[in-house]
């Protein structure tokens, strides 16, 4: 029975990291150990990151929100408050976006979540 070697698979893989490693300073894309590991530490940071952006818009979001409540003399808890009480809803994203962009309707929303948490 033949030896078998991991020829192909093993350039194939060689091949794909070099690839990943092209935007390297020096031996870091030019030789094996320095590109594997700047490629692998790449991709830790990569997945990590993916999961910190979803928290940094969430972040963003909550800060554009409550400088649009702050306008409108309420804070950022007393403003949610009110839309659930208020029954609308309306999520995070689409609630900074109407603060940035279209002050007129965050402002007919902050005066029905002033309505609704007066009302209760």
Known sequence: ???AV???PR???KKQIMKAARG???ARSKLWKPAKETVERGWKYAY???KNKKRDFRKL???RINAGAHQHD???NTFMNGLKLAGIEVNRKIL???AVHDPAAFTALAEKARSAVNAA
């Open 1 to 3: 029975m033949p030896r």
């Open 6 to 8: 991991s020829n192909v």
């Open 11 to 13: 350039l194939k893989r």
């Open 24 to 26: 390297a300073f020096g």
């Open 48 to 50: 990590r990151d993916r």
């Open 61 to 63: 979001w909550i800060m």
């Open 74 to 76: 309420m804070n950022y």
């Open 96 to 98: 900074a976006d109407l």
